[in-house]
């Protein structure tokens, strides 16, 4: 016993003396992060920090704040308070020298603590989320733990438990009970596949008596397909993923498979840092496979601007800057939006650190186009594999690297020129500022054409008007001819190819058209879509060469679906990456080559300065932010509150952690014992004793811990607005359970999409795509699926790392009234009817059904009275009856309809109930 | 000061409280249902109390003694010609069909123009009217009649020339998506006086929603309770606020009754004050199904009413938006934007021309506009109530060439330096003009005013310092006008 007590101590000293976030007592050495830097950001940093600097003075780094203010001397002098003008003006008497100006004066005891700080060396250091996690010792775990426990009955069962109940201790709570085993499972369901247990499920486990019953049920979930769904729908709303471009028009876009590359990669526990590297990277890759450019759609996923008019160089700078924020709210936790205009007010880093990292997202072949270009074409199986059968034979009767050059054409159309970068217009112009057009004798300049090697040119272009001719001038408008050809008349756009002498070097190139049949007009010769340059199809002699060369352009004319992906600037398109002075885009100031912010000591030596370095750094174990945000992540997602509750900021600005200890091992555990793997994570946190707590509330918790910060209860929140939806179809037995694909159009209101300039059209999908996922519905950004709104989805115009979760009259009309909702109340009626009891056994059936547990009598009761009600006033009204259970699928009236519609009238407030629509 | 604050917080919870019985013993607020929170035992001051922190559009005083307490932002989309309306230029009459002069050109960049366009005259005559002479084109003939209560903002400009950017500017502060609208600026900050209605309310007319689509009356990063909920002429009012067809009302009621009777045993079972908020937005989406759709119907107005705006019964019409607007802010909905489109009137086509389609949305409009402003004034509304009218831009002086080519209509390109807004009511200088365009009508030469500093002023009719006026988001206190904004003091009457 003593042994144990001793053991006991010992680690809990370990775990303070070791820990980072340990208090220093006033006694000793003053911790900058803990005491001094809550101090500076609440009551000077405003004036005197990253976006004002009154009087010459900042405190954002150490060596601004040693800096010669205004008045010419240093406000803050070494080791010497008495001569520091920051202690001085601290109790200055003139209410117009005291600091802070115009407001509360600090208190002694901070004062005090100022004056030792300075006495110290005002020395700096760190915030807690900018350094390293440190493993903690697993606090009150004795050596023989796993062995005592056992025997023992003590509630932890993992060590997340142990730094629980350590904090529960200090925090003076205590934790719940078990929650009941139906409660539980509908709980670990809807946490790990986003959907409650089929009634298969929950017998099963409810008949469950061996010990591991639960962890069984857990392995289980993890190991369906519906995990990778559930995850893949929180991950696209920090991939703003949508199925259009956004602003004005918001036509549509094609980029599907990227949100299905999502649910794969977390169905396949793929490791968190590889899953970064691929939607960061994937085209970086050495021999990138098709779903790693697919990945690469995340940060495709940036808007497009298709309105007449608008700058395309002003939409693609904001879609790289938008980059640069995701990735910093999303993978790092922090904010750097706000030093796009000025060093950030509260955080070390500096307004130029914001352009160097943008400079890593600034040479992708992306340019606001109207085709979303570059973009991966997919082939049905059949060509896919001819398109693989041409690679092997240029590989095999020539070299590889012909082979790449070729295959990356036919899969991506690049490297090609959009049109929208021409300039020198004469008699020419970007028509509706997206192609190029030409009218008769007009021209225009392509720059920077790297022709090294080539002999071909291929044109994407649209023409109607038969007659024209095209030549192409070599650096002058009268330069000499490159090529010259006959325009054809084209259906919308098509390509062509053009043969010409080989000519070595980059060159500008003037493109000429005629057509006498325009002369007066100001129509086009033609429209053109992109230019493209390949070197000659290989192995002339070989007797396959002609068929193989028709082959290849017809794949390469042939129209396919597409999704968007990255694809990185030749030398030759190399962009130049500048500072925006206060933040605006055409306010270019000094150069900047990539790198990441000063604070975190540059890029690694070995990693290459592009976005695969970058995100090999985001993903590795030197990066204090990314395992931590992650697992925040994840355990916001199943206790709807993380251990850093601003999920997106764990800056200086952000909530300190609850527990950082815990939060700490975890992420280190992540890292290293789980390789970066979710699965093994999130099995780690339902099999604590934490997740699996009761969510009862008693007015002690609600007084002390109201938000569950301490975790004393298990969680009781709102579900998700994809929950909610795919809840509803599943309980009522018509949830689909097909993956993928194209979006699908469920029920929606007529008139909910209107938007100028814009053909597209609510198309209600048919069968079973009515009934899928939620995550499967077409997300417009401008007109979203208006129940997802009315739950707290996201537009998806740019990245919210946080949905807030609100409580809206305006949701109760849409359980109530969303004919989505009432269709599920009809086929969750007649389920069950099916059930051969009287009116209380179904009524009890479709109760258990819902919540996964029995119903009370008192609850049965309110139900029963309602089903009576509502019986007697159907019976009277038959009519009422018909309309209300609507149409039936199954073509076939019921025989008793009053019967019926009441029992429609319970299974919907069974599905408007509070514990139906929260986990608890 | 403290003693005004004082006095206006006595006055907004006296009116509260006046509100509160009038909601519960007649009109809107007299449902069959009453409280269930009340029968239900639950201690009745607790739960109304919890039911009201529970309730983010409980109504809040602003910080400062605002004469308005509701605004009517009447934005016509694609943003109409100053030149044809407001601003009377007889210089550019006179310049009309000549190239424009290159200094009007360098350095500048427009949306369609290339080249050297020609000036453009105004396509229509203008006339000076009532006792303040201002100038209006004789295409508001109704709007003349009233230009007596107005301020006219002469010389306001912008920095964005593409319409969906514009009109993010103009109604969120930043031509990004992202930011809170006005309107939800406006419902965090003072709450709404009806709780049986949204506090903030999207009217759209001309058949299409503005170009910036939902996200002009987003609540970006603002509580979603506070985004505004538009209205549809067509179908439900409010989406799903209709019983499924066959439901009685009689059957609604029972069947909310057994959901709050349940969920209050849930309540007592896990004490989640959550619970108790689902309570109450179940009674509020009741009561919601009566008052939404009796205050969006229009057809028992009279119908010397209905003459005065000029309605169109059963269609989707700016004329009914207006008297939906009136009756909405005498409802107590804090926030009214209507939204019209069709007014970008480039010339390219018939459609968009000022020669032929302008007089057709003048007609539209003109009638409604100044009916909704006698409207409110013979009801008392117009002095609490601030209507504000304008587009995200203006339109060039000169004629546009798309694509360099000269154009079969008449017509103008966007254009930032110089539009016009007018604003009335809600405390607003009467009769009076401020800022002055150059004599062609390209920019602003006194009296300048940004969309921010048309925010800042609109913020402070309410009673709110924009400056102080924030929300904390990413690390900083964010607000409606970012850096920028200036009252102009001189509209204030």
């Not at chain 2, 009621?253 to 079972?269: G, L, R």
Request: net charge neutral; hydrophobic share 35%; aromatic share 10%.
């Amino acid at each position: 016993m003593n042994i144990n007590k001793l053991l006991i101590w010992g680690s809990a000293l370990a775990v303070t003396g070791f820990s980072i976030y340990s208090l220093s007592g006033y006694g000793d050495e003053v911790d900058y992060s803990t005491q001094v830097k809550p101090i500076l950001n609440r009551s000077c940093i405003k004036c005197h920090g990253g976006v004002k600097k009154q009087g010459g003075f900042s405190l954002l780094f150490r060596e601004e704040a040693l800096g010669k203010t205004v008045s010419g001397k240093p406000a803050i002098i070494p080791g010497d308070p008495e001569h520091s003008d920051f202690i001085a003006r601290l109790t200055h008497k003139d209410p117009e020298e005291r600091m802070p100006y115009q407001a509360e004066p600090l208190s002694q005891e901070e004062i005090d603590l100022l004056i030792k700080w300075v006495k110290q060396g005002a020395n700096w250091g760190e915030h807690w989320a900018f350094t390293s996690p440190e493993m903690p010792s697993v606090p009150n775990k004795t050596f023989f733990a796993g062995f005592t426990d056992w025997f023992s009955s003590k509630w932890e069962k993992n060590d997340i438990d142990y730094f629980v109940s350590h904090k529960l201790e200090k925090e003076n709570l205590k934790h719940s009970a078990q929650a009941e085993k139906g409660t539980l499972l509908r709980r670990v369901c809807l946490d790990l596949t986003g959907l409650p247990p089929t009634e298969q499920q929950l017998t099963d486990f409810l008949n469950d008596k061996s010990v591991n019953a639960y962890e069984k049920a857990v392995d289980k979930l993890l190991a369906s397909p519906q995990y990778g769904e559930r995850w893949a729908g929180m991950w696209l709303d920090l991939a703003r993923y949508s199925d259009t471009k956004g602003y004005e028009r918001d036509d549509v876009r094609s980029i599907w498979k990227y949100r299905d590359y999502v649910i794969d990669a977390f169905n396949q526990n793929m490791p968190y840092n590889q899953f970064i590297k691929e939607q960061l990277a994937g085209d970086l890759l050495p021999n990138p496979t098709d779903n790693q450019l697919i990945a690469t759609g995340f940060h495709r996923n940036t808007m497009t601007n298709d309105e007449g008019g608008t700058d395309n160089e002003e939409f693609r700078t904001a879609a790289v800057l938008d980059r640069t924020n995701t990735t910093w709210e999303v993978l790092q936790g922090t904010t750097f939006s706000c030093i796009q205009c000025h060093s950030h007010p509260y955080d070390p880093f500096r307004h130029e650190d914001y352009y160097k990292y943008t400079a890593f997202f600034n040479n992708t072949r992306d340019e606001d186009s109207f085709g979303d270009y570059p973009n991966l074409r997919l082939f049905a199986k059949d060509d896919a594999a001819k398109v693989e059968n041409i690679k092997n034979w240029i590989q095999k009767n020539s070299s590889l690297q012909k082979a790449n050059e070729y295959n990356k054409f036919l899969k991506t159309w690049q490297p090609t020129y959009n049109s929208l970068t021409c300039d020198e217009f004469v008699k020419s112009e970007l028509s509706d500022t997206k192609f190029l057009g030409i009218q008769n004798t007009g021209s225009a300049r392509l720059k920077n054409v790297d022709l090294n090697g080539k002999n071909q040119m291929v044109i994407r272009y649209m023409a109607w008007k038969v007659g024209g001719t095209l030549s192409i001038h070599l650096d002058k408008i009268d330069g000499p001819i490159l090529l010259a050809t006959k325009i054809d008349t084209t259906k919308g756009f098509q390509s062509k190819l053009v043969n010409f002498k080989p000519i070595n070097g980059i060159h500008n190139l003037y493109f000429r058209a005629t057509n006498p049949a325009l002369k007066g007009s100001t129509d086009y010769t033609a429209l053109f879509d992109w230019f493209g340059f390949l070197s000659e199809f290989p192995a002339k002699n070989n007797p396959e060469h002609d068929l193989m060369q028709k082959e290849f352009w017809r794949l390469a004319n042939m129209s396919t679906d597409v999704t968007l992906i990255m694809d990185e600037n030749p030398a030759n398109l190399f962009r130049k990456s500048h500072v925006f002075e206060r933040g605006g885009w055409t306010a270019k100031g000094k150069e900047v080559q990539p790198d990441i912010p000063a604070l975190f000591g540059g890029l690694p030596k070995g990693l290459p300065k592009n976005r695969l370095g970058l995100a090999t750094w985001i993903g590795s174990e030197q990066n204090p932010l990314t395992a931590r945000v992650a697992v925040n992540r994840f355990w916001e997602q199943i206790f709807g509150i993380g251990l850093v509750e601003t999920m997106e900021d764990f800056g200086t600005q952000g909530f300190t952690p609850s527990n950082p200890e815990l939060l700490d091992y975890l992420s280190i555990k992540f890292m290293k014992e789980y390789n970066w793997q979710p699965k093994p994570l999130l099995k780690e946190i339902v099999m604590s004793a934490t997740y699996q707590q009761d969510s009862k509330v008693t007015p002690e918790m609600l007084e002390k811990d109201p938000a569950n910060r301490f975790f004393a209860r298990g969680a009781r929140i709102r579900l998700s607005a994809e929950q909610v939806r795919d809840q509803a179809l599943l309980v009522s037995g018509v949830l689909s359970n097909k993956m993928y694909g194209k979006s699908v159009m469920p029920y929606q209101p007529e008139g909910i999409w209107r938007i100028p300039y814009s053909g597209a059209s609510w198309k209600l999908s048919e069968g079973e795509d009515q009934f899928r996922r939620a995550l499967y519905t077409y997300w417009r950004r401008s007109s979203p699926y208006p129940s997802m709104m009315t739950f707290d989805g996201t537009s998806r115009e740019i990245c919210l790392a946080r949905r807030l979760r609100t409580n809206t009259p305006l949701q109760a009309l849409t359980t109530l009234n969303d004919p989505v909702y009432v269709e599920c109340a009809r086929y969750f009626a007649k389920r069950i009817d099916k059930e051969k009891t009287d009116i209380n056994g179904q009524i009890r059936k479709g109760y258990y059904l819902a919540m996964s547990k029995e119903i009370t009598n008192d609850k049965l009761l309110i139900l029963n009275n309602l089903y009576q009600k509502s019986l007697q006033g159907f019976k009277k009204k038959p009519n009422d009856a018909m309309k209300f259970l609507g149409f039936c699928p199954d073509n076939t009236l019921p025989k008793n309809m009053a019967d019926l519609a009441a029992k429609t009238m319970v299974a919907m407030t069974i599905l408007n109930l509070d514990e139906f629509v929260m986990k608890e | 000061m403290k003693i005004h604050q004082e006095a206006k917080k006595h006055l907004i919870e006296y009116e509260t409280r006046r509100h509160f019985l009038k909601q519960c013993t007649t009109g809107i607020g007299m449902m069959a249902m009453g409280s269930f929170l009340n029968s239900c035992g639950i201690n009745n001051v607790s739960a109304d109390a919890l039911a009201n922190a529970q309730n983010p559009l409980s109504p809040k005083n602003s910080p400062l003694l605002g004469k308005a307490k509701a605004v009517i932002y009447i934005h016509c989309a694609g943003a109409p010609s100053q030149l044809e309306m407001f601003d009377y230029k007889p210089e550019l009459q006179k310049m009309d069909g000549q190239p424009c002069p290159q200094s009007f050109l360098e350095g500048k960049k427009f949306a369609f123009i290339r080249g050297v366009p020609n000036m453009l005259g105004a396509q229509s005559k203008f006339s000076q009217v009532g006792n303040s002479g201002a100038w209006l084109s004789d295409k508001l003939p109704h709007l003349q009649t009233v230009a007596d209560e107005i301020s006219f903002l002469k010389a306001m400009h912008t920095d964005q020339f593409n319409h969906a950017p514009a009109q993010l500017l103009m109604h969120t502060g930043s031509p990004r998506l992202g930011r809170p609208a006005m309107g939800a600026w406006v419902t965090y900050g003072l709450g709404s006086e009806n709780q049986n209605l949204p506090g903030y309310v999207v009217l759209a007319s001309g058949g299409q929603n503005p170009d910036a689509g939902k996200s002009a009356w987003g609540s970006g990063f603002l509580p979603s309770v506070y985004q505004g909920v538009q209205c549809r002429s067509e179908g439900d009012p409010v989406l799903y606020i209709t019983d499924p067809e066959g439901m009685s009302r009689d059957l609604r009621k029972s069947s909310i009754e057994a959901i709050n009777k349940i969920n209050q045993k849930q309540y007592e079972e896990f004490h989640d004050p959550e619970t108790i908020a689902r309570i109450s937005q179940y009674e509020m989406a009741f009561k919601m199904q009566t008052s939404v759709p009796e205050v969006m119907d229009i057809k028992n107005e009279p119908k010397y009413i209905h003459e005065m705006y000029g309605t169109e019964l059963g269609k989707e019409s700016f004329a009914n938006n207006c008297i939906l607007a009136r009756k909405l802010v005498e409802n107590g909905v804090r926030y009214v934007q209507l939204f019209d489109w069709g007014w970008d009137f480039h010339g390219n086509v018939k459609e968009n021309s000022l020669d032929f389609e302008l007089s057709n949305k003048c007609r539209q409009t003109d009638k409604a506009t100044a009916a909704l402003l006698q409207d409110l004034k013979q009801r008392g509304l117009l002095e609490d109530t601030l209507v504000v009218w304008g587009g995200e831009f203006g339109r060039t002086p000169m004629q546009e060439n798309r694509e360099g080519r000269p154009q079969q209509y008449k017509g103008r390109d966007h254009h930032t330096e110089a539009f016009t807004v007018w604003m009335a009511g809600g405390g607003v200088r009467k009769g009076y003009t401020h800022g002055e365009t150059d004599p062609i009508g390209y920019a602003g030469i006194s009296g300048r005013t940004s969309t921010y500093d048309l925010q800042a002023t609109i913020l402070h009719t309410l009673g709110f310092d924009h400056e102080k006026f924030t929300y904390p988001f990413q690390g900083r206190d964010f607000r409606l006008t970012d850096v920028h904004g200036k009252v102009i003091k001189e509209v204030l009457g």
